[in-house]
T-cell receptor, first 115, second 108 residues
Framework: EAQVTQNPRYLITVTGKKLTVTCSQN?????MSWYRQDPGLGLRQIYY???????DKGDVPEGYKVSRKEKRNFPLILESPSPNQTSLYFC??????????????FGPGTRLTVT | EDQVTQSPEALRLQEGESSSLNCSYT??????LFWYRQDPGKGPEFLFT???AGEEKEKERLKATLTKKESFLHITAPKPEDSATYLC?????????FGKGTSLLVTP
């Protein structure tokens, strides 16, 4: 089954304790992205990657890191989480091509609480 | 600046009561307009892609249409299982801009 998987699905942590949220897709998509979703603010892009070893900032990259060493994986790293990073996080992937207008496939989400 | 605005923010319908959700966009060089459905606590699920003004797509009780300034998601004779948040997103060739969504509740 074609899918995007994220782990963990739920995480409660404390301020300053480094964490990683993993994301993996099995559709051989070049493009992968991370979003956060907050009430009243909608989906906001954190980072994206056009292909292996190519990453770029989205709209809200502060406090986050990413890496893309393999095509299928795109982990999100919070090196020193703070309470304002409490949110619902989504990983997404899509193919790339000449038009670029391809739908994104989203993972199930990771609900992060930082106390 | 590219913007996507959805209205209304919330909509409550009786089962069978048809209505439309609006997505207005200001995006230079629209390459694609996407509609997604999102259930609480879950990832958005792709519904439609529209590429050019005048295009329409249908899926069960849903029909999406596109003009040069806005897109509509028409819901015909909705059922309670259609309750969800509906998101639209506009792709300019550089970025995908999401609206904040319309939360739809369909009551029996």
């Amino acid at each position: 089954e074609a899918q995007v998987t994220q782990n963990p699905r739920y995480l409660i942590t404390v301020t300053g304790k480094k964490l990683t949220v993993t994301c993996s897709q099995n559709m051989n998509h070049e493009y992968m992205s991370w979003y956060r979703q907050d009430p009243g603010l909608g989906l906001r892009q954190i980072y994206y990657s056009m292909n292996v070893e190519v990453t770029d900032k989205g709209d809200v990259p502060e406090g986050y890191k990413v890496s893309r060493k393999e095509k299928r994986n795109f982990p999100l790293i919070l090196e020193s989480p703070s309470p304002n990073q409490t949110s619902l996080y989504f990983c997404a992937s899509r193919p790339t091509g000449t038009s670029g207008a391809y739908e994104q496939y989203f993972g199930p989400g990771t609900r992060l609480t930082v106390t | 600046e590219d913007q996507v605005t959805q209205s209304p923010e919330a909509l409550r319908l009786q089962e069978g009561e048809s209505s439309s959700l609006n997505c207005s966009y200001t995006v230079s060089g629209l390459r694609g307009l996407f509609w997604y459905r999102q259930d609480p606590g879950k990832g958005p699920e792709f519904l439609f892609t529209l590429y050019s003004a005048g295009e329409e797509k249908e899926k069960e009780r849903l029909k999406a249409t596109l003009t040069k300034k806005e897109s509509f998601l028409h819901i015909t004779a909705p059922k309670p299982e259609d309750s969800a948040t509906y998101l639209c997103a506009a792709y300019s060739g550089y970025a995908l801009n999401f609206g904040k969504g319309t939360s739809l509740l369909v009551t029996p």
